[in-house]
Nanobody, 126 residues
Framework: QVQLQESGGGSVQAGGSLRLSCAAS??????????MGWFRQAPGKEREGVAA???????TYADSVKGRFTISKDNAETTLYLQMNSLKAEDTAMYYC??????????????????WGQGTQVTVSS
């Protein structure tokens, strides 16, 4: 059973930074085959894809976070990261990591991912 555990959320003022982590309970080899993503959901809003990274390391970003967020995948540590800089109030949401070992057609849509974490809250005050 694959388990994903997010951490690193918190409260920060606008313009600040946070780094989210997502630790996976799988072998290094299995982790290296995963395509993974970060998603977020704010109260009253639909879930949206924030950033994704394929098993070959190619990243995809939502327009709203391009230039501010960076996704990275450490296969040796079986951990996914999301570095978030220049945070805005509209970035406030619960952030989830997701993973799959199968083909991802639409990286920023959740339907291709099979494994999900419990989420970590990010709150940005203006």
């Amino acid at each position: 059973q694959v388990q994903l555990q997010e951490s690193g959320g918190g409260s920060v003022q606008a313009g600040g930074s946070l780094r989210l982590s997502c630790a996976a309970s799988v072998t290094r080899y299995t982790f290296s085959t995963f395509s993974m993503g970060w998603f977020r959901q704010a109260p009253g809003k639909e879930r949206e894809g924030v950033a994704a990274i394929g098993n070959h390391g190619s990243p995809t970003y939502a327009d709203s976070v391009k230039g501010r967020f960076t996704i990275s995948k450490d296969n040796a540590e079986t951990t996914l990261y999301l570095q978030m800089n220049s945070l805005k109030a509209e970035d406030t949401a619960m952030y989830y990591c997701a993973a799959t070992g199968t083909v991802v057609v639409w990286p920023l849509e959740g339907r291709d991912y099979h494994y999900w974490g419990q989420g970590t809250q990010v709150t940005v005050s203006s």
